[in-house]
């Protein structure tokens, strides 16, 4: 598993006084791109073999307002033949209390060939080395 720190900014905050739930995402997002740099070694942006995100789910368990520490935590919860399932969780730093949590689908894909493929061996390795255990 890995933690990214998120720094909040004025405007993730609505009126309400906690982050928005479009907020979290990008929040989610960046723990992804944090994933793909530290476990894969690989950036976000594919001109050959990637990824593609197929399916999101979000669950929101509690509010989070501008002054409370969070981090991202990423892991793999799931690895098939094409795809693999990541598990985000917003972690507040300082109850360990969860307030949101994403399971993620992401499909490997050939852009040249627009067309779903096996993870490649390197990639599936490293996910393993990721994969939360249950």
């Known amino acids: 598993m890995i933690e990214t720190k998120i720094q909040m900014r004025f405007a993730d905050v609505d009126m309400l006084g906690h982050v928005n739930n479009v907020n979290q995402q990008h929040y989610f997002d960046l723990g992804k791109s944090d994933f793909f740099r530290r476990v894969l070694g690989m950036k976000p942006v594919w ?33 098939g033949h094409k795809s693999f399932t990541l ?31 096996e993870i490649p061996a390197p990639w599936r390795e490293k996910l393993a080395s990721s994969l939360h255990e249950q």
Do not use: H, N, W
């Not at 509690?62 to 990423?74: A, F, H, K, L, Y």
């Open 47 to 79: 001109k050959s073999e990637g990824l593609i995100m197929v399916s999101t789910r979000t669950d929101y368990r509690g509010q989070i307002r501008m002054e409370d520490p969070i981090v991202v935590t990423t892991c793999v919860d799931r690895i």
């Open 87 to 117: 598990r985000q969780q917003i972690v507040d730093t300082r109850t360990r209390e969860v307030r949101t949590e994403c399971t993620t689908v992401l499909v490997a894909f050939d852009f040249e060939r627009q067309e779903s493929i």
